[in-house]
């Protein structure tokens, strides 16, 4: 097969490449370090990179480049699972479960996990890269404004399966989120809307209100009792997951691979979306739905395995057709072409050593990130033994620095403290705060890609019915807005029967892995 002799070819040249193999180690280890802290994003950091690339030979730049973005995606579940601040946003996903597995002592495995779980969808999605590229670049060209919008509409539905307790205060909270990402250029017209004259808030400021949500209202929530000491100190415990327990869990991350891949070839998706679809996903095949949002491990394999799914479905595009999927690829089209590299097919035939090289250097980078990340997290885990009245500053200092290092704006910094002052609140009355996030990420992407469809449609709605993927995803975002409303009605008589949910209790009690078959 000619791909596999050319990775073959490709490995061989990358071995007599020592400088581009020490630069994909600080790369991951970079990336690690930027994605671990909030507010800093895998885009942030392929774009402070990006110059220092410029006198390198375009193996080693684009391999430093390709380091940062896997250990960026990968690093944003670390704190997100000791401290409950997601790193990035595709991390939030993972802060909902993984939080909870710390809070019962299970660290260890959570983080372990999340770094086996990035890896196999890493690698898995490079592969598909590799042997799967022309193909799967058609498909994604079939998506118009219709199909964006009806993959917007199908992350949004995704709300009533992170809503936690109560699906009503999840729609309530995911209301909000969206009538808050209606603040900031109009997507068509590109005039200002509810921004009360603040240039600030042209761009609907969704990192600060993710960080002050997630991290400073934890933070808050920690102050009514600062003298405690963390009592999940000694929690860490085993990070390599037993086989018979992962196991279980390959099939989840087999199927949220694939979605994230899917979703990552669509041009203007992204991690935290995959990460979403992919927990929704794996809570509506699990035995245990009810499990989710308590401390699953299933939960957190899916996010983990589809955000860095999604690493090589936006590099597929990017590289064969030129056309970014994501943020961090954006930056990396520019630093392809200032390495005199035209991304599209004609790369693939003029560059196919290069190319095949740097695929097998992808491989080597999700290598890299599995051992460091193993290496690091005993490191990391020794957060958990601070006392909360020295953790709770750190947290704040972090959540600060974080937020103003995004555009050096003390503004964005008042909005993540409201966010938490908001968000503790929440907490306090049982509002759950990641459909706000979700409605931010999603609520732009879906009205900009419905009025784009009804502008090319000349104001007739057609294309809602009369596009077949659109239909699918319509009518997939329905049922999964209605499974929760369904499969509570069904389980409402089976609850009735004596001795049921003991039964349950007890069998997963015994065995908690399985309930993320």
Same mark, same amino acid.
């Given at each position: ?19 581009? %193999? ?22 942030? &950091? ?6 220092? #690339? ?28 000791? *401290?409950?601040?997601? &790193? ?19 660290? &260890? ?22 042997? *799967? ?61 509810? !921004?009360? @004259?603040? #240039? ?38 085993? $990070? ?84 970014? @999927? ?17 991304? @599209? ?12 090289? *740097?695929?097998?250097?992808? *491989? ?5 990130? %599995? $051992? ?11 957060? %958990? ?16 620095? &974080? #937020? ?32 706000? $996030? ?19 449609? @000349? ?16 009518? $997939?975002?329905?049922? !999964? ?37």
């Amino acid at each position: 097969m000619y791909e596999l002799d050319m990775l073959m070819q490709g490995f061989r040249t990358l071995l007599g490449q020592p400088f581009a %193999l020490l630069l994909s180690v600080v790369g991951v280890i970079v990336g690690i370090v930027i994605g671990a802290l909030p507010g800093l994003t895998a885009t942030m &950091g392929v774009a402070i990179l990006l110059p220092f #690339t410029f006198g390198l030979d375009p193996l080693s730049g684009l391999l430093m480049i390709c380091g940062v973005f896997f250990g960026g995606v990968y690093g944003g579940s670390i704190t997100a699972i000791l *401290l409950k601040i997601p &790193g990035t946003p595709a991390a939030a996903a993972t802060a909902i479960d993984g939080y909870e597995l710390t809070r019962k002592g299970q660290a &260890g495995i959570a983080l372990g996990t999340a770094t086996c779980s990035s890896f196999l969808g890493g690698t898995i999605s490079v592969f598909v890269l590799i042997f *799967l590229a022309p193909l799967l670049a058609s498909f994604a060209l079939e998506f118009s404004a219709s199909e964006s919008f009806a993959l917007a509409v199908f992350g949004l539905s995704i709300i009533a399966s992170i809503s936690g307790k109560s699906v009503v205060k999840g729609l309530i909270t995911g209301f909000l989120g969206l009538l808050i990402a209606t603040v900031g250029l109009d997507p068509m017209g590109g005039f200002p809307r509810f !921004t009360g @004259g603040y #240039t600030e808030l042209f761009n609907v400021p969704f990192i600060p209100v993710m960080i002050g949500l997630f991290a400073a209202a934890e933070a808050f929530k920690s102050m009514e009792d600062p003298a405690v000491r963390n009592s999940l100190a000694a929690a860490l415990g085993r $990070v390599v997951p037993p086989w018979t327990t992962y196991r279980r869990l390959l099939p989840t991350v087999g199927r949220s691979s694939a979605l994230g891949i899917i979703i990552g070839i669509i041009p203007g998706a992204g991690a935290d979306i995959a990460a979403f679809v992919a927990y929704n996903e794996a809570k509506r095949f699990s035995r245990t739905p009810e499990n989710f949002g308590k401390g699953e491990l299933a939960a957190v394999a899916a996010c983990e395995s589809g955000a860095n799914g999604c690493t090589g479905g936006a590099l597929l595009t990017m590289l064969t057709l030129g056309i970014p @999927g994501d943020a961090v690829t954006a930056v990396m089209l520019g630093a392809l072409t200032l390495q005199g590299l035209q991304p @599209g097919p004609l790369l693939f035939r003029e560059h196919a050593d290069l190319v095949f090289t *740097l695929f097998a250097g992808m *491989l080597v980078c999700y290598v890299l990130m %599995l $051992v460091l990340g193993f290496a690091s997290l005993r490191v990391m885990g020794r957060i %958990l033994q601070m006392p909360k009245s020295v953790l709770t500053p750190v947290i704040l200092a972090l959540c600060i620095v &974080g #937020t103003y290092a995004l555009n050096n704006s003390l503004f964005d910094v008042g909005i993540m403290l409201a966010a938490g002052v908001i968000g503790y609140f929440m907490q306090k009355w049982d509002f759950p705060a990641s459909p706000v $996030v979700l409605a931010l990420i999603m609520g732009p992407m879906a009205e900009a890609n419905f009025r784009r469809a009804l502008s090319l449609s @000349g104001g007739s709605y057609d294309f809602l019915y009369t596009r077949p993927i659109t239909v699918c995803l319509l009518v $997939v975002a329905g049922l !999964t807005l209605m499974l929760p409303l369904v499969r509570r009605m069904w389980r409402k008589p089976q609850s009735d029967v004596p001795g049921t949910q003991a039964k349950t209790d007890a069998a997963l009690a015994a065995d908690p892995a399985r309930s993320g078959e």
